[in-house]
């Protein structure tokens, strides 16, 4: 039985949402307070066994690296100030997991982004997550999908369920079945975009948060897929080949997803992680309510 040591985060879109402010910044290092929304990320990963993490990045991405790497003279100079413990929590990060990095030359679509990992990869099943969405959960959402895996040894979704159809066509929708006995779990027929509301999963299933874990399968479906919209390839395209063919399940996970891919997006984001604190949480509820 395999297990998953390995991790792909797709980092190379460029931002332009949040512009002029990631003109110098990717926009994965855009701070929830105290940590870029990365190192939220990165922190799942860990958390859930990952001991080494590839980052897919593009051009303008070296402050992913910087933020990753070990700075010697800081951290003596924080030391010296008494203030190296505002560092620690990142350097105890890096000193669990690897980080390597490789660069899309081309926005051709989050599933050519993934492909440019594969060697790193290999035959080995690895989690997979996009630079965008933290999601908030008790027990990190990529290890409890790592336990879907380790009993069903084939790739796993993580999604949502919700009730409102409407709010349903804004996502890619997951359809399936139960599997009896097991909560939470759905064996996967098909992944469709977008669907007309008439066409909505009927478990009230999407694709909250862009976590995966998968097997060696996905790559041979992903050297086939065909463009997709846009011009390019898509990872949710060559998944809905993939289910057609092998196993394939979703986990309903246990957790709250934040988009961050715009600034209202980032902004709830944030509130929500302040609002956990109570004394910032008091601030601010006098700064609301006035």
């Known amino acids: 039985m395999q297990s998953v040591r390995k991790g792909i985060i797709t980092v190379a879109g460029l931002g332009t949402r949040f512009l002029p402010a990631t003109k110098a910044m990717p926009k994965e290092m855009l701070p929830v307070l105290d940590k870029p929304v990365l190192q939220y990320i990165v922190e799942e990963m860990v958390e859930s066994g990952i001991k080494e993490i590839i980052f897919v990045t593009s051009s303008q991405k070296r402050p992913i690296e910087d933020h990753f790497d070990r700075d010697r003279d800081f ?71 790592v336990k879907v895996f380790n009993k069903k040894q084939a790739s796993v979704i993580g999604v949502q369920r919700i009730e409102d159809k409407k709010a349903m066509m804004k996502y890619g929708n997951v359809y399936g079945t139960p599997v009896r006995g097991e909560s939470r779990t759905y064996r996967v027929s098909e992944f469709i975009e977008k669907p007309a509301m008439s066409k909505v999963s009927p478990h009230g299933l999407i694709v909250g948060g862009m976590r995966y874990v998968f097997t060696k399968d996905i790559w041979a479906h992903l050297e086939k897929q065909r463009e997709g919209r846009d011009g390019e390839i898509w990872l949710a395209d060559a998944a809905n080949s993939l289910a057609k063919k092998k196993p394939f399940f979703a986990y309903e996970y246990d957790g709250i997803y934040f988009d961050t891919g715009d600034k209202l997006a980032l902004l709830k984001t944030t509130l929500h992680f302040a609002m956990k604190d109570n004394e910032m949480a008091d601030e601010i509820k006098k700064f609301v309510c006035g």
Do not use: W
């Not at 190296?84 to 599933?111: A, H, M, W």
């Not at 990992?117 to 997979?128: Q, S, Y």
């Open 75 to 145: 951290e003596i100079f924080l030391k010296s100030k008494g203030k190296l413990n505002r560092l620690q929590p990142l350097i105890d990060l890096c000193e669990k997991v690897r980080f390597f990095y490789t660069r899309q030359s081309e926005p051709l679509g989050n599933g050519h982004a993934m492909m440019c990992a594969r060697e790193f990869v290999g035959d080995e099943p690895f989690a997979f997550s996009d630079g965008d969405s933290i999601i908030d959960g008790e027990t990190p959402v990529v290890k409890q999908l």
